[in-house]
């Protein structure tokens, strides 16, 4: 089966860190883009970032550059977000999601269910 | 940043009859390769969001034909052409010609 699965989302205080990990499976993860979109508590969707197949390539909203870092390792079929500097604004369910680069821009054709990031003290 | 505008923001319609959702981008989606740039995405509810349309008007794979988009250049238009109780959740567009890629506010879709 096709799917993506989220994990290492929880409660951390502000100025805090956290890692999420995505792992992969039922397709050739190492020749896909991909990328991670959050959405905070009953409002819409917002991109973070993105990663090129071979982590070559990386880019960020502007709210989170500087904080996060996103990465990958091909031969675990994993993806990752690392969050530093947490503020309450990050507060969301942060989806995995896969990317088709189309040149130019792209979408999102596969979507994980999402892991929940709380920033509070 | 594209700044991509729905309307209405939610929706009630009775099971059987049709709904439709508009979205305005800030900037044109037409590339020069003749492609639009154009997506719509549902979000059940308690759900991730799954894609529905790509291109303005392309059904992704699965996606019932009583979905469709049109639109060109800076506006679009989700259409149901007869309402079922699964389609419930919250519809957003979202422009792939940029990054960031950025989505509409979303619509929500109940039923009467």
């Known amino acids: 089966e096709v799917q993506l699965v989220e994990s290492g989302g929880g409660l951390v205080q502000p100025g805090g860190s956290l890692r999420l990990s995505c792992a992969a499976s039922g397709f050739t993860f190492s020749s896909y883009w991909m990328s991670w979109v959050r959405q905070a508590p009953g409002k819409g969707l917002e991109w973070v970032a993105n990663i090129k197949q071979d982590g070559s390539e990386k880019y960020y909203v502007d709210s989170v550059k500087g904080r996060f870092t996103i990465s990958r390792d091909n031969a675990k079929n994993s993806l990752y977000l690392q969050m530093n500097s947490l503020r309450a604004e990050d507060t969301a369910v942060y989806y995995c999601?896969?990317?088709?680069?189309?040149?130019?821009?792209?979408?999102?054709?596969?979507w994980g269910r999402g892991t929940l990031v709380t920033v509070s003290s | 940043d594209i700044v991509m505008t729905q309307t209405p923001l939610s929706l009630s319609v009775t099971p059987g009859q049709p709904a439709s959702i508009s979205c305005k981008s800030s900037?044109?989606?037409?590339?020069?390769?003749?492609?639009?740039?154009l997506y719509w995405y549902l979000q059940k509810p308690g759900q991730s969001p799954q894609l529905l349309i790509y291109e303005v008007s392309s059904r992704f794979s699965g996606v019932p034909d009583r979905f469709s988009g049109s639109g060109s250049g800076t506006d679009f238009t989700l259409k149901i052409s007869r309402v079922e109780a699964e389609d419930v959740g919250v519809y957003y567009c979202m422009q792939g010609i940029h990054l960031p890629p950025t989505f509409g506010q979303g619509t929500k879709l109940e039923i009467k």
């Open positions: 999601a896969r990317y088709q680069l189309l040149h130019p821009g792209g979408y999102f054709d596969l």
């Open positions: 900037q044109s989606l037409l590339h020069s390769d003749g492609k639009t740039y």
